[in-house]
């Protein structure tokens, strides 16, 4: 059992932004909103959250498990627009910061996927993607600030 993703359990107000194009040398963000509701699950082992994007007609679902033999978490994400499963991002935390690597592809073209989670609070945290097509740069395309919502 592992506690890393404890801070997320609850009700957030999300702040997204993200690229309108990825890929292609963009700078313009969309902004929008999100709530998500975390809770954990295999007693301790494993959580899940489910965004929904209010202003954007669709919701998103992370699954979160724990291999206590590799220390390490798999992230995996599906959405209401393919309810497909992406491949998963894996890693872990390190000095208050969890970072998780996969492979995927955008648009046919293969990338490395970056999550990092950081800015951990009891009220406030950040999280952000990012894709490399040569494993050396990377272009953030999408970023959350999540705000607890009071019980």
């Known amino acids: 059992m592992n506690h890393d993703f404890d801070f997320l359990f609850g009700t957030w107000d999300v702040a997204n932004r993200a690229l309108k194009k990825r890929l292609a040398d963009c700078t313009e963000w969309d902004e929008f909103p999100g709530v998500a509701a975390i809770r954990g699950i295999f007693g301790g082992a494993g959580n899940v959250d ?3 994007f209010p202003t954007r007609g ?3 679902l992370t699954l979160r498990l ?3 033999e590799s220390e390490e978490w798999s992230l995996y994400w599906s959405s209401s627009r393919s309810s497909a499963i992406e491949p998963p991002v894996i890693g872990r935390f390190d000095d208050g910061v969890g970072t998780f690597y996969g492979d995927d592809t955008h648009e046919g073209t293969p990338v490395r996927v970056r999550f990092l989670w950081s800015g951990i609070t009891a009220t406030t945290a950040h ?5 490399s097509t040569d494993g050396q740069t990377w272009e953030t395309n999408w970023l959350m600030d999540l ?4 019980p």
């Open 50 to 52: 489910e965004i929904e």
């Open 58 to 60: 669709f919701s998103g």
């Open 66 to 68: 724990y291999d206590p």
């Open 127 to 131: 999280w952000e993607q990012a894709f």
């Open 147 to 150: 705000t607890r919502r009071s």
